[in-house]
T-cell receptor
Framework: GAVVSQHPSRVICKSGTSVKIECRSL??????MFWYRQFPKQSLMLMATSNEGSKATYEQGVEKDKFLINHASLTLSTLTVTSAHPEDSSFYIC?????????????FGPGTRLTVT | QKEVEQDPGPLSVPEGAIVSLNCTYSNSAFQYFMWYRQYSRKGPELLMYTYSSGNKEDGRFTAQVDKSSKYISLFIRDSQPSDSATYLCAMSVVTGGTSYGKLTFGQGTILTVHP
């Protein structure tokens, strides 16, 4: 099956610093990747859609300058949380859309738990 | 009203029971339907996906879609303690452009299967 990895799995950073999270599709090329945020006991909240070679499309209410997304290759997308604050602490999950036209299912990474102190 | 409604549970059943998980939706444009399983502190795992109405079976899992009622179900037969997780339904419209592949999720149902 399609495998998506994320790195790091857990990160603790100080308030005001920036953190980069990597998302990789290991055995397929992903033209589209998605970034989600999940709070405890809640469903997934889509933050942005990332298409290879173009700018990300952010959901309403998500700050583009705070959550920088780069999809530089068909297997790698990165999310950088800039000037992190404690309220940015959350579980961040990426996913990659299955390859091929007409594919809508997404394969998810294991998630990254970010704690900002 | 949310586009996708899912009973958050929690749902507790004995081992071996048949589990029924359900979602209703309001957007008649949804045509692609998925079920994910998420263990605590892990990313969601794709269990089943179906296109339009009908049934699909995979081992102990059966997914049903009734577009006329805007209702989807996931049945788990012979449930096991290892099935204890949160189950999320997700759906998508068939479209291109920047919304291509975007999923709308239910709130998730917490399932516990006790020995």
């Amino acid at each position: 099956g399609a495998v998506v990895s994320q790195h790091p799995s857990r990160v603790i950073c100080k308030s005001g610093t920036s953190v980069k999270i990597e998302c990789r599709s290991l055995d397929f090329q992903a033209t589209t990747m998605f970034w989600y945020r999940q709070f405890p006991k809640q469903s997934l909240m889509l933050m942005a859609t990332s298409n290879e070679g173009s700018k990300a499309t952010y959901e309403q209410g998500v700050e583009k300058d705070k959550f920088l997304i780069n999809h530089a290759s068909l297997t790698l997308s990165t999310l950088t949380v800039t000037s992190a604050h404690p309220e940015d602490s959350s579980f961040y999950i990426c996913s990659a859309r299955a390859p091929g036209w007409g594919s809508y299912e997404q394969y998810f990474g294991p998630g990254t738990r970010l704690t900002v102190t | 009203q949310k586009e996708v409604e899912q009973d958050p549970g929690p749902l507790s059943v004995p081992e071996g029971a048949i589990v029924s998980l359900n979602c209703t939706y309001s957007n008649s444009a949804f045509q692609y339907f998925m079920w994910y399983r998420q263990y605590s502190r892990k990313g969601p795992e794709l269990l089943m996906y179906t296109y339009s109405s009908g049934n699909k079976e995979d081992g102990r899992f059966t997914a049903q879609v009734d577009k006329s009622s805007k209702y989807i179900s996931l049945f788990i037969r012979d449930s096991q303690p290892s099935d204890s997780a949160t189950y999320l339904c997700a759906m998508s419209v068939v479209t291109g452009g920047t919304s291509y592949g975007k999923l709308t999720f239910g709130q998730g149902t917490i399932l516990t299967v006790h020995p």
